[in-house]
């Protein structure tokens, strides 16, 4: 047997094994956002260390970035073949309203062939398939195809601010010929999926204040200005009648699809009752936005989401006018917006739009970039067919109108290196909903890509 085959061989024999790591992984709760216990992202880490150790790599560190540790690790024995990288991240979302979990999120649940939990698909099953991926190598044969180097973050729900920031500043222990992300998901269950393009996010925070605190609605209600309905207005002028965004100047940078890239959309088989039911729009409910694509406006075109309002609450709603209101919100950007040149459109437009002189405190948080692959090469090609082996179907090439902050600062770190895009969930996955998921045979499927993929890319002469 060759070391390929023996590695998928060993792969075959310990895939309850790996799956066992990912629910050890999902018991820890390393939700990254301020406000959380950061204690389990330091456990989360560590468990990720130890998994990397059993694996049979030695060279293993936790990475002190500043904020949320990440880890990397690396095997670089292979003389004369590429370096590849390997990302995901071990850092997940909040629960959202746990009641509406059918179970516990941090309790790996199977069932139905999926298994339930927070980050079983974002991204803990990410960081999975690429520990048993090397595993497979190096607990069979003793050696992997290429070198590799592992990095798996803290802080990707949060940006990865720092993690950007010691990139730049270790960009030798970070250097590689290629780049390989588990962090996107497939189009569709059982359909395997090469990802390239990302959007890109800017967000803000907003404060619209119009009293020094809440008074009786009864009694005062009237001459006051009611900063919840001021912030109203504020956020529907966000959107035009067709749904569309309405910020003047903000489509001015978008960069037109080539009729190449029309045509590839075009080609994606497009059911209207599919992708309501992926997307949980409810019964009724318009899909809104004007005439392009479902694809073009979730992949291409820039979006707007109101992620919070909150004023009071449902269990505190006595009959008031409030003080204040808070929301959150974002704007997907895609190729060739400007996060900065976006954020000050945003900011301006809320500004314009805020009435009666109501106080307005705009707060920005850091950028993520948008990111776009050429799907030509030799390096492209080896995915497609390390894809095509291990789910025994043809991959499609899809855009992700989900964001990931390091992959446009490191392949441009690595002056332009190839950055090979995937996931092990699909649409039905619910990330950073309740009752995330992951369907197993297709996070098996996606381990056996990459088993295939690391040999693949023991390409001569990059
Ligand atoms: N894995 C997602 C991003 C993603 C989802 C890419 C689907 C491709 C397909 C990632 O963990 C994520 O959610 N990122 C955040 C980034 C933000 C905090 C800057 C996002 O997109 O909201
Ligand atoms: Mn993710």
């Not at 780049?179 to 269950?189: K, L, M, R």
């Not at 992620?307 to 269990?315: D, L, Q």
């Not at 009752?435 to 045979?441: A, F, G, Y």
Request: aromatic residues 6%.
């Amino acid at each position: 047997m060759n070391d390929l085959s023996s590695a998928l061989a060993h792969f075959e024999s310990h895939r309850t094994a790996h799956l066992n790591s990912l629910k050890e992984l999902v018991r820890i709760p390393s939700v990254s956002f301020p406000g959380f216990d950061p204690a389990p992202l330091k456990k989360s880490a560590a468990a990720v260390s130890e998994l990397l150790k059993k694996n049979g790599l030695t060279d293993v560190r936790i990475l002190d970035t500043g904020g949320h540790p990440s880890v990397f690790a690396q095997w670089t024995e292979a003389a004369g073949k590429p370096t590849v990288l390997l990302y995901a991240h071990h850092d997940v979302q909040p629960t959202g309203r746990e009641e509406l979990w059918a179970s516990p999120p941090f309790e790996p649940a199977e069932r139905n062939g999926r298994l339930y939990g927070r980050g079983v698909s974002d991204d803990k099953g990410g960081a999975i398939l690429h520990i048993a991926a090397i595993g497979s190598y190096l607990k069979s044969g003793g050696r992997l195809p290429v070198n590799v180097k592992v990095l798996i973050e803290g802080e990707e729900e949060v940006g990865s601010t720092n993690l950007n920031k010691l990139l730049l500043q270790h960009r030798e222990l970070f250097s590689a010929d290629i780049v390989v992300i588990a962090d996107s998901e497939n189009f569709d269950s059982g359909v395997p999926s090469l990802t390239a393009s990302l959007r890109g996010i800017v967000t803000v925070n907003v404060e619209v204040r119009s009293l020094s605190s809440s008074v009786h609605s009864g009694t005062w209600g009237g001459p006051l200005p009611d900063p919840v309905i001021a912030l109203s207005k504020m956020l529907a002028s966000l959107l035009d009648d067709q749904g569309r965004p309405a910020i003047r100047g903000l489509f001015d940078k978008v960069r037109p699809l080539s009729t190449r890239e029309k045509a590839d959309l075009a080609g994606l088989p497009f059911n209207e009752d599919i992708y309501r039911k992926q997307s949980n729009i409810a019964d009724g409910v318009q899909i809104i936005g004007g005439e392009e694509s479902v694809y073009e406006k979730m992949w291409n075109l820039p979006s707007i989401a109101v992620n919070v309002i909150e004023a009071s609450s449902r269990k505190q709603a006595s009959n008031i006018v409030n003080d204040c209101v808070y929301a959150r919100v974002g704007i997907r950007i895609v190729p060739d917006m400007d996060p900065s040149e976006t954020l000050e459109l945003l900011e301006n437009h809320l500004l314009k739009h805020a009435p009666w002189g109501v106080k307005v405190k705009i707060e920005a948080e850091n950028p993520s970039r948008w990111w776009k692959t050429d799907t030509n090469g030799k390096v492209f090609e080896a995915a497609r067919a390390a894809l095509e082996k291990g789910y025994e179907k043809k991959p499609a090439v899809v855009g992700a109108g989900g964001s990931i902050p390091f992959v446009q600062t490191i392949t441009e770190a690595l002056g332009g290196a190839p950055a090979l895009l995937f996931g092990v969930g699909d649409p039905y996955s619910a990330a950073h909903s309740e009752n995330e998921s992951l369907l197993i045979t297709d996070w098996e499927k996606a381990c056996k890509s990459m088993i295939h993929l690391l040999s693949g890319l023991s390409l001569d002469g990059l």
